[in-house]
């Protein structure tokens, strides 16, 4: 049995001992006004914590790029009550335009994005912006240190 299969049923063995675990608490213990409040607010912490990794964070680099222009239309399109599915849209063909017209202005130039010793980013000369894979740079890149990296992820 390979250590994929061994880690797929103990974390199978958990969810199902968390789940009958759950369903085991006596009801007073639930019905308290303080467990109310933080279960109701548990949710809201975790999608805002994985929107914020996932649109600032790729792999250890803190990244500003066309995902926060996708994110600030949302919060937009919230703060006027629009639809869940208007949210998203608006959200994702912001994204994929800036991503496109970004793409198509730097994608021939023969200026790129540098990353200087005290952590600025310029403006250099270079023969192509895309290089390898078709995927251009963000706009500001910040590289966390190991030390850094493995902090944060321990909290």
């Given amino acids: 049995m390979t250590a994929i299969w061994i880690a797929v049923i103990g974390s199978s063995l958990t969810a199902f001992l968390n789940k009958y675990i759950g369903h085991s608490v006596p009801e007073k213990w639930l019905d308290r006004p303080r467990f109310k409040r933080i279960n109701t607010l548990v949710p809201i912490v975790l999608l805002s914590a994985l929107v914020g990794i996932q649109t600032f964070a790729q792999g250890n680099k803190l990244v500003i790029d066309q995902r926060v222009a996708g994110v600030a239309v949302a919060l937009i399109a919230l703060k006027f009550k629009a639809p ?3 949210v998203v849209i608006s959200a994702a063909i912001t994204s994929a335009g800036i991503y496109n ?3 198509r202005t730097f994608k021939d130039s023969s200026f790129s994005f540098s990353e ?3 952590g600025s980013v310029k403006w250099v000369p270079s ?3 895309i290089t390898g894979i078709e995927r251009m740079p963000p706009l500001i890149s910040i590289t966390l240190s190991e030390a850094e990296a493995s902090a944060s ?3």
């Fill in 84 to 86: 869940f599915p208007v």
């Fill in 101 to 103: 017209l970004l793409y």
């Fill in 116 to 118: 200087e010793s005290d």
């Fill in 153 to 155: 992820t321990s909290m």
């Fill in 127 to 129: 023969e192509k912006i």
